[in-house]
């Protein structure tokens, strides 16, 4: 269910989610948060963190944009785009289902 | 970041990220490539469940993030889901590392209702006969399959590793495309790393450099062909590489290896550096060996090495390459990894490289 890397758009009812396997963990030893995959350890900043832990495969693609801009008070289209770019890079590695 | 430091200087530790864990060195299979280190540990020697699930209460106290249950065939252990709901139990994310000769459906529920994160299996080959013939056992290709299917029903992920040699070496298109046919959504596409049983059998598996170049050339296509289906990672054939591979990420700096019998290394291959004296479980704490043991300060850093290595500017990306490596093919495993072509030494591997012989495999037995 991947679209191809160069244009992500991702549909405003997508439900990005984690799928087994690939779990968001915080370590204080590793210095903050990582996303644990087959065989790899990602470090996830501040931002992507907040992103991720947001996929849950209830909040649709466009609620999380929402969120976020609110939360961080940015611009909608602004993060649109780079939660767009975030999340097709994860899946595309395979760290996400959309 | 709070990083500990060693006792003998005042160099920064790094924390390990991964811990392999050797349950056992008992296998069904006969790989002669396999990573186990020619004298194995005993069935009696090996460390019972209660003292894995300290070692992983200390693995996970310092730092580690993901536990790779291995062997052997670690489930010729009858504990392996009360070992692995231990590592889970203490944070860890868990990679099974399989045969897929020797589970059950029902002990596969199990882990996997235990919270297993991730099952690794190894084929030798996408030809039956052949991989059947590599692993030294009738019928292993197909209950690989089997369990590979299982795992996917499972929904849990599945990493697909096969080993490249001389009797599969012409074959990656092949190879990944089965891997996706078990379901896999990660392939390991790992060309043969010469140690242990490896060694012994180096003239029977090693591929020509024309076999290689090619190998390795099908892979960024093949990445391209899959792209969003399958990540394929290459282990590189350094015999025919210029530059030598960093140590696992370096000596000490971000993984270890407990053995069956509970001694720790910072690599698998490490007992057979000859001088170095490595502590087990059975007698101290994880970070204890971590921080102080001699043989895990041995070849930390980069201070021992020689030149060319001193004053290149790849000493702080492949450490001067696999100390192991230096020691099997110059005696020295202080010196540059000669892998690399400014190693003195760099002719000794194209001289091995050009021994091959179809010699009947020496099979792996415990």
């Known amino acids: 269910m991947n679209t191809p890397a160069a244009a992500p758009s991702i549909p405003p009812d997508a439900r990005p989610r984690l799928p087994r396997g690939v779990r968001l963990v915080h370590n204080e030893a590793q210095g903050g948060w990582v996303l644990l995959a087959p065989e790899r350890v990602f470090k996830a900043d501040q931002i992507a963190a907040e992103v991720v832990k947001r996929c849950t495969g209830e909040a649709s693609f466009a609620a999380i944009v929402d969120d976020l801009a609110t939360t961080f008070a940015a611009p909608r289209e602004r993060v649109e785009a780079d939660v767009a770019a975030l999340l097709q890079g994860l899946a595309d590695k395979k760290l996400l289902e959309l | ?366």
């Not at chain 2, 992983?56 to 709901?85: K, N, T, W």
């Not at chain 2, 000769?101 to 994160?117: K, M, P, Y």
């Not at chain 2, 084929?123 to 590599?134: F, L, V």
Request: net charge neutral.
């Open chain 2, 1 to 366: 970041m709070t990083n500990g430091h060693a006792s003998t200087n005042t160099r920064p530790l790094h924390n390990p990220l991964g811990l392999l864990a050797e349950l056992t060195h008992r296998c069904p299979l006969g790989c002669p490539y396999c990573s186990n280190p020619l004298a194995m540990d005993k069935r009696e020697d090996e460390l019972d469940a209660a003292t894995w699930a300290r070692v992983f209460r200390e693995a996970a106290g310092l730092g580690v993030l993901q536990v790779h249950l291995s062997g052997g065939e670690p489930a010729s252990r009858r504990d392996l889901v009360q070992i692995m709901a231990a590592a889970r139990e203490a944070g860890l994310y868990t990679n099974l590392i399989t045969s897929g000769v020797g589970i059950t459906d029902q002990r596969l529920n199990e882990l996997a209702d235990a919270g297993l994160d991730h099952v690794q299996i190894s084929i030798q080959d996408s030809e039956p006969k052949s991989a059947d013939h590599i692993a030294g056992y009738e019928g292993a290709y197909a209950r690989k399959r089997a369990l590979a299917a299982a795992v996917v029903a499972l929904k849990l992920p599945l990493t697909v590793n096969i080993v490249i040699h001389r009797a599969n070496i012409a074959r990656v298109d092949a190879l990944v495309a089965m891997a996706l046919d078990m379901g896999g959504t990660r392939v390991e596409i790992a060309h043969v790393q010469y140690y242990g049983w490896a060694l012994k059998n180096r003239a029977a598996l090693m591929p020509t450099r024309e076999q290689v170049e090619t190998a390795v050339a099908r892979i960024e296509p093949l990445r391209k062909q899959h792209h969003g289906r399958i990540v394929i990672d290459a282990v590189v054939p350094d015999y025919y590489a210029r530059f030598p591979k960093p140590c696992v990420g370096g000596w000490g700096r971000r993984s270890l290896n407990v053995t069956p019998a509970g001694r720790v290394l910072p690599c698998h291959a490490a007992e057979s550096i000859p001088g170095l004296e490595f502590w087990s479980v059975k007698d101290h704490s994880l970070r204890d060996i971590w921080e102080r043991n001699p043989a895990f300060n041995a070849f930390r850093g980069t201070s021992f090495l020689p030149q060319p290595c001193q004053s290149c500017e790849r000493r702080d990306i492949d450490f001067g390459g696999c100390r192991c490596q230096a020691f099997a093919l110059t005696g020295d495993a202080r010196a540059t990894d000669p892998v690399c072509h400014l190693s003195p030494h760099h002719h000794v591997v194209a001289e091995q490289a050009s021994i091959r012989e179809d010699a009947e495999y020496v099979y792996r037995r415990l």
